[in-house]
């Protein structure tokens, strides 16, 4: 779930990275998909996708309770597409970053640590008074069953009770935990001899309390390159902040660290964007539409391009579209990179002369792209994870200079051009401000239509001519100057 804070055409990477950065922190990630496409042996350039969901929901176990925001509008997206709430809320794997594992492992190592949840206190009450008033009437080497509780929720309530009863003993099961009536030399023979002692019990505490974490240090070891996104800015925000740190204040840090991590990253809206008018393809709007163009007869090489097949498992994708489920989602970006990679090729190579086709070669043809993620709505239209980023392609920002119009606020020069074109408004002075937008025939247009206006007057923003940083310079520079001359014109008076 995400809310973007307010973003600008205005904004400098590291400034749109640090509103993002807040809006990151406040909410949480409830599904993950991932799509793995491997080639298969012995058919020359046809690929098998394995996709598979992840619901996630933040880890809750001693100190640790996150807190986060559910934004309306995202609830209703996700509502129209048919999201599984039971099992994000209920099932939803747990998570934690690096930061929230050294924390919570130092309070389980070191038997510092309590429960903090109301629900996990009661349930744990609970527990503990149906376990004692069966220990009233069992005898030693009875046993009975827990069952329904799963999860690092098991150990958690294993190792209150084991703390709580000295004359008991507890295993995991598939049926539920399993406590068994023992004298306090068995329980002393089982704490020091057992597979199941502590020190190691604990660790797997840890372990399930990591849970999607684990997944993913696997896979930054794994180092399987490309990691493949489309739009995935904000989704490089999250997998950071979730799973690796705190995302840092400083942006420069933030692309360093995602780089160590993940040393190759395409972005299909990226790419996609870079080619698609050239090509006369029609404007598209999301993942599933790049798709359903690429798979249609305006795609030039729909017939020699790519094989793709789903797994066993993953067969449903073949028989029904699922929109924004993170998996065919997943699935669908993979794909896109495929065929996009086999138009460039044939851009370069023509229809007739295509080498011997290999995801090595579309790797070397989709080389200009790789680490250059797309931006919405900033300064510059991408981010280079490699190097330092380019230099904006944007329009030139203009100035609105307001006469006769007292007290105008950004919101109403807002208002007064959206039926033209979409700006971006930030005010300079009290008339004047900036006007800026992504598209070069707005700019044209704004300064066609206003030209010779008696109230609003649009001209090409100077910095050096119109900024007021500027401006207070050259005065105090002015001041100074004038002072000067002056005292030096008074001093060759004096006698």
């Not at 001693?62 to 129209?80: I, M």
């Not at 017939?303 to 065919?328: D, L, Q, R």
């Not at 380019?390 to 203009?398: A, D, G």
């Amino acid at each position: 779930m995400r809310c973007l804070f307010f973003r600008s055409l205005f904004d400098l990477p590291s400034e749109w990275y640090l509103k993002t950065r807040q809006s990151v922190q406040q909410f949480t990630i409830c599904q993950i998909g991932l799509s793995v496409f491997s080639s298969i042996e012995g058919e020359s350039n046809k690929y098998v996708a394995h996709s598979c969901n992840f619901f996630l929901f933040p880890t809750t176990f001693g100190v640790l309770d996150s807190e986060f925001s559910f934004q309306a509008s995202s609830v209703q997206f996700l509502n129209q597409y048919g999201f599984d709430y039971n099992k994000f809320l209920k099932n939803g794997i747990p998570y934690m970053n690096e930061e929230q594992e050294k924390k919570i492992k130092h309070n389980i190592l070191t038997g510092n640590w309590k429960v903090r949840s109301s629900l996990d206190k009661d349930q744990i009450k609970v527990v503990i008074d149906e376990v004692t008033r069966w220990l009233d009437l069992a005898e030693e080497g009875d046993w009975m069953t827990l069952p329904g509780i799963a999860g690092f929720q098991a150990f958690e309530i294993q190792l209150v009770l084991r703390q709580a009863l000295p004359n008991i003993w507890t295993v995991l099961r598939d049926q539920g935990i399993i406590v068994k009536k023992v004298s306090k030399q068995h329980r002393w023979y089982l704490e020091n001899t057992s597979c199941d002692r502590e020190s190691c019990w604990k660790e797997k505490i840890l372990l399930s309390a990591r849970g999607f974490s684990v997944f993913f240090q696997m896979l930054v070891k794994a180092q399987k390159q490309p990691l493949v996104g489309h739009n995935m800015m904000t989704d490089l925000l999250h997998l950071h902040e979730k799973f690796f740190r705190p995302l840092p204040e400083s942006y420069d840090q933030f692309k360093l660290n995602i780089h160590n991590l993940f040393p190759v990253l395409i972005d299909t809206k990226n790419v996609t964007k870079d080619i698609w008018k050239e090509l006369n393809f029609p404007r598209v709007s999301n993942l599933s539409e790049v798709y359903e163009v690429l798979n249609s007869d305006l795609n030039p090489t729909k017939n020699s391009g790519p094989v793709i097949i789903h797994a066993s498992k993953c067969e449903k994708y073949a028989e029904t579209k699922y929109p924004h489920e993170a998996a065919y989602d997943a699935f669908l970006c993979g794909s896109v990179l495929l065929k996009v990679a086999h138009l460039l090729l044939w851009r370069v190579h023509g229809a007739g002369s295509l080498p011997e086709l290999s995801f090595p070669l579309y790797l070397d043809v989709l080389a200009p792209y790789v680490n250059q993620v797309n931006l919405i709505r900033a300064g510059v239209p991408k981010i280079n994870f490699s190097g330092p980023d380019y230099p904006s392609i944007r329009p030139p920002i203009l100035l609105l200079s307001v006469r006769r119009w007292p007290g105008v606020s950004e919101q109403q020069v807002y208002r007064e051009f959206q039926n033209l074109c979409k700006f971006d408004v930030r005010r300079l002075s009290r008339s004047q401000f900036l006007l800026l937008t992504n598209k070069f025939k707005d700019a044209r247009s704004i300064l066609r239509e206003y030209r010779g206006h008696p109230t609003l007057q649009i001209s090409l923003y100077r910095y050096w001519r119109h900024s007021p940083d500027i401006n207070c310079l050259l005065q105090v520079c002015g001041v100074v100057a004038t002072w000067a001359l002056l005292a030096l014109v008074l001093g060759r008076r004096d006698p």
